[in-house]
């Protein structure tokens, strides 16, 4: 292996010795991940229940159980709420806050970049069941704190606007990450652009339009991925609103909880499941489409 | 001119922050003042100060070891899934593997159905046929399982953020490349390796599902299992010791992360290439 | 890397030695008891006494006839659709409990999976000479029964009642004590508390939010005031003229202002009605009689009332008119609980047998109250422990007697959600044709086609 071998890294390490280092992770995550999840997106072209005659002789269905999902209207509500969910919380609601905090944050040591940073990490490690609870406290109907804060007594923030709750408790809750992964991107952009910049009298939207977005787009695009993910999946949101009412709040993993724990259908959860992947895989392509340019990140 | 526009953004800036802490923080007060209220509702108030709260909980024969089981099982997956990410991000930042990207991605996906509801039967079934029902491995093993991809794919761009001039000379000088990721590559990006051991550990110190399907004997079961047992027969909650066990049961993460920033800083460090 | 890789394997070596602890006993036979129950949470008394009671009895009347047996208690402390989940993934994979506590509305899905058998057919004929089937009333023996055959051993069971509070009755000008003979007479004292002021006159679960309460505390007892079960004669109820009817009931009271239809629809709606009641906001509530023994109950409930026994009275729930009910009677309940039942993959059947009837046993029974009045299965403790507590001495003897109980069969929870499903939409102000008619249609698919609907 001389130098010049493209496969060999700077550090000496070949294709052989690469493998050697995965292999762990990989075993780790053949055994437990891809093996339970083929197996799960099996169960999901079966009619398998927890319970009742169709636990004891399951019979593969085919895709009769997604074509059922995509007739069945608490679906299709339940998936647009969920797009509204990863959206409104998630894409806009962290994304926009984390990157606005580390940009105020930036170059900013003190106290008062300590306490924020630490307030919001807080919301972001926190047991999930905990959160829900602060929450119900937050914003209960009779004795919530925000309604004796804002003198609204009885305003019933859950039942009138519950996705709107939920998205601003996923704010809460997440935004930690998109705030830590974009504090890292700006220390790629180096000062100098930037006061070069203002001095050429850029606005601060322009600065950022210019300066910053062309060096943080990787970053962006990371953040996107992995946030979406995360969202798609919350299941934080079910000990506040239950779903409720009337499945207003119904986001998908709630669906599939309901569908597979409460109503014993498993093979139905599960193909469920399997949508939910493909409808991430949809918003990693737009955001590719729209981030176009620097990396090759997902080109399956 | 440029004065008063300099002022103007010095206004925003602190009501941008304000906000920003009142936001962050006025959630947080329930943990504050539910437990030692006497007769907790689910408002924050002044309470009737009391210990007895305290004191009825740690009757609870769970309450201690659950806590116990917590760390050991969320301290055996961070070091699991950091040891095994770092490993594998080194890997695949340094070889050129085709489609490496679209792997990751994939595994990312898989992940999500792999926490999710839906995957409870084949997890409790192959834990079953590989003797791990019932063991805190086999908690580990199946949320490190999990956990994994998203791991390896933040930590592969630290790893390609790292310069390699260092890596090459190291080489020069005979390091094997275990000895080079152990003494040049991890101190850079020990910052990383620490949030994604804190972000492991907050993933699991909360994971409900699987450890409640996974574990028989509640001796072994963590803080999250042990939260749910704190209800009526009649599935109302006992916000007296429920608020209780949350501040306790919140205390360990919150240290930890105060004690890893400290020890080792706490962000994505900087500088990933271009 | 290299600490840290030491850490790796000393963390995988010493979890793996955990895994692998508690292997071997001594000689003796060990069985196992699992239930919904855990020292210091949910049902602690139930956890309480299987390790402090049952264990040391059992083991010492096993010494005595020369034989060494460990009983080990399994607790769990989670919703009941949780601790199902749970026991069904036990007994898919033959693992699990000698001895398991369920809810009797799920036998006969454990029966038809084949996760459960007849007990006969687990211990053999010894199960039919027991002494206790005797003992236990042959409605209550049915919530352990299906397809006719006996699965498990009932624990005990409650009742339906309708609780009011006397101080608002008073004010209001109503009688007491208070027995209402139709649905009239509830909206009647509803406009009457109402007129007093009263934030809330009746509280009638509804909704989803509210699970499995809606339709115990409220559709189902209604409906059989109406004169239907939900399942009769291999045929589910459809949107026929008695639902119709209950849905009118709930529509009357949620947008009369008689009840708060809000509160139908907060997640920890049940929670804070138990809250408002005690705090003399809702004039009248329909619940079982766990709403007396955990909710109200003076020192340990979740909403205690310390006045309880002077100012929470309790009626039995009226049919529609009188004499519409099932079965042409003039009051109507609905009754659950829970049952034990054997693991047919245990390695002990006949030992677990023992221990099964051990802990049915009129002495076992006794001491699992603890001094606290519950109506068991068993008509003997019954009739000794009751005396103490005059509601549940109501609950056995005017309740029981004219009550029904669910259907035990997997397809039930859906179901169950289908009729939550039709009150929420009337207490989010939709009409009763439309409730009905989209009730109609769930249910159809739902157990395979309008042929197993009743209309």
């Given amino acids: 292996m001389s130098r010049a071998d493209p496969a060999v890294s700077p550090a000496g390490l070949g294709r052989r010795r690469a493998v050697g280092f995965m292999l762990p992770a990989l075993v780790l995550i053949g055994v437990f991940l891809v093996f339970p999840a083929l197996w799960t997106i099996y169960l999901g072209l079966t009619d398998y229940r927890l319970t009742g005659l169709a636990a004891a002789d399951p019979h593969v269905v085919g895709a009769a159980n997604f074509t059922e999902a995509l007739g069945d209207d608490r679906f299709r509500s339940s998936l647009w709420l969920t797009v509204q969910y990863v959206l409104g919380s998630a894409v806009v609601g962290q994304a926009v806050l984390g990157f606005a905090l580390a940009w105020t944050l930036r170059n900013r040591p003190g106290p008062v970049k300590r306490i924020t940073e630490g307030l919001v990490l807080l919301a972001w490690i926190l047991p999930s069941s905990v959160v829900a609870f602060l929450w119900i406290a937050l914003l209960d109907r009779d004795e919530g704190t925000l309604n004796a804060i804002l003198h609204t007594p009885g305003t019933a923030w859950l039942l009138d606007h519950p996705m709107s709750s939920i998205i601003v408790f996923n704010v809460w809750r997440g935004t930690a990450f998109s705030m830590m992964l974009y504090g890292a991107a700006l220390e790629n952009v180096p000062p100098s652009h930037l006061e070069t910049a203002r001095l050429a009298g850029a606005s601060t939207v322009q600065q950022l339009r210019d300066v910053v977005l062309p060096r943080i787009r990787g970053h962006v695009l990371t953040n996107l991925l992995l946030i979406s993910l ?51 895989l949809v918003f990693a392509f737009a955001y590719l489409r729209i981030l176009r340019g620097r990396r090759e990140v997902v080109v399956p | ?198 972000w492991a550990v907050a993933n699991v110190w909360g994971s ?39 501040l306790l049961y919140s205390l360990p993460v919150v240290v930890m992360y105060v004690f890893v920033s400290r020890r080792y800083g706490f962000r994505f460090h900087g500088g990933i290439k271009r | 890397m290299r600490p840290a890789l030491a850490v790796l394997a000393g963390a995988v070596l010493a979890l793996a030695a955990c895994g692998t602890g508690g292997g071997s006993q001594d000689d003796g036979v060990t069985l196992t008891i699992t239930s919904n129950a855990i020292s210091g949470g949910k049902n602690a008394e139930t956890a309480d006494w ?207 202002g008689l009840g708060d239809p809000r509160l139908q629809q907060e997640a920890q709606g049940r929670d804070k009605s138990f809250a408002e009641f005690a705090q003399g906001k809702i004039g009248i509530l329909a619940e079982s009689d766990y709403f007396w023994r955990s909710v109200v109950e003076p020192k340990a409930g979740v909403a205690p009332m310390q006045n309880r026994d002077a100012v929470v009275g309790y009626a039995l729930i009226p049919a529609e008119r009188p004499g519409a009910g099932i079965r042409g009677q003039d009051f109507v309940s609905m009754s659950g609980g829970a049952v034990r039942v054997l693991n047919p993959n245990s390695k002990n059947p006949g030992l677990a047998w023992e221990l099964l009837s051990f802990m049915h046993s009129a002495e076992a029974t006794t001491s699992q109250l603890a001094g606290a009045a519950r109506i068991t299965s068993r008509k003997d403790v019954n009739d000794t422990v009751l005396g103490v507590d005059p509601m549940l001495k109501f609950v056995s003897d005017k309740v029981l007697p004219i009550t029904a109980y669910r259907p035990p069969l997997a397809v039930y929870p859906q179901v169950s959600v289908a009729l939550q499903e039709a009150t929420a939409a009337i207490v989010s102000g939709r009409s009763v044709e439309e409730a009905a008619a989209g009730y109609q249609s769930k249910v159809e698919s739902l157990v395979g086609g309008a042929a197993h609907v009743a209309g």
Avoid at chain 2, 228 to 235: K, V
Avoid at chain 3, 112 to 139: F, H, M, R
């Fill in chain 2, 208 to 246: 409900f599902l699987q450890p409640f399907i996974l574990l028989r004997d509640p001796d072994k079961a963590p803080g999250s299992v042990i939260l749910y047992t704190l209800y009526t027969e009649g599935g109302s909650p006992r916000l007296d010791l429920i608020s209780t066990f949350s």
């Fill in chain 3, 50 to 256: 299987t390790a402090k009671w049952v264990i040391p009895k059992f083991e010492a009347a096993q010494k005595a006839k020369g034989r060494t047996v460990h009983v080990r208690f399994q607790p769990s402390g989670v919703d009941d659709e949780q601790y199902k989940t749970k026991i069904a993934l036990d007994l898919k994979s033959r693992a699990g409990a000698d001895v398991i506590d369920l809810d009797g509305i799920w036998v006969g899905e454990f029966a038809q999976a084949g996760y459960i058998k007849p007990l006969t057919d687990v211990a053999g004929a010894s199960v039919d000479s027991w002494e206790g089937w005797n003992q236990i009333p042959q409605a209550v023996q049915g919530l352990g029964t299906f397809d006719g055959k006996r699965y498990g051993l009932p624990q005990g069971t409650d009742g339906r009642v309708l609780f009011y509070n006397k101080d608002l009755f008073r004010k209001a000008g109503l009688p007491d004590p208070w027995q209402p003979k139709s649905w009239q007479e509830i909206v009647d004292a509803g406009t009457a508390l109402k007129k007093a002021g009263v934030q809330i006159p009746i509280q009638l679960d509804a909704g989803t939010a509210m699970g499995e309460a809606t339709t115990m505390q409220g559709v189902l007892p209604l409906l059989a005031g109406a004169g239907a079960e939900i399942y009769a004669g291999g045929k589910w109820t459809g949107a026929s003229q008695p639902l119709k009817d209950v849905l009118n009931l709930y529509r009357q009271i949620y947008t009369t």
């Fill in chain 1, 230 to 280: 995360w969202t798609f999946n919350d299941f934080t949101a079910f000990q506040i609103t239950a779903g409720g009412p009337e499945g207003r709040s119904e986001i998908l993993p709630m669906y599939i909880y309901n569908v597979a724990l409460s109503g014993g259908r498993l093979g139905f959860g599960a193909a469920i499941s399997f949508l939910v992947l493909l409808i991430n």
């Fill in chain 2, 1 to 198: 001119m440029t004065d008063a526009r300099r002022a103007v953004g010095v206004i925003m800036r602190a009501t941008f922050l304000a906000a920003v802490l009142g936001f962050f923080s006025l959630p947080l007060l329930w943990l504050a003042s539910a437990p030692f209220d006497a007769h907790p509702t689910i408002t924050a108030s002044v309470p009737s100060l009391t210990l007895a709260n305290f004191r009825s909980l740690l009757d609870n024969p769970y309450v201690l070891s659950s806590l116990r089981n917590s760390v050991i099982q969320a301290a055996a997956s961070a070091a699991l899934v950091v040891v095994l990410a770092a490993l594998a991000a080194y890997a695949l930042s340094r070889v050129r593997v085709p489609g490496r990207d679209a792997l990751l991605y994939v595994l990312l996906l898989l992940s999500s159905v792999v926490t999710g509801t839906a995957a409870m039967v084949p997890l409790f079934e192959l834990a079953t046929r590989l003797n791990l029902i019932d063991t805190h491995l086999g908690v580990v093993l199946t949320l490190s399982g999990g956990l994994l991809p998203a791991a390896i794919f933040i930590l592969k761009d630290f790893m390609d953020a790292t310069p390699t001039s260092y890596e090459e000379s190291a080489r020069v000088f005979g390091a094997s490349p275990l000895q080079i990721l152990g003494h040049i590559v991890i101190p850079l990006v020990r910052p990383g390796l620490a949030t994604i051991a804190v």
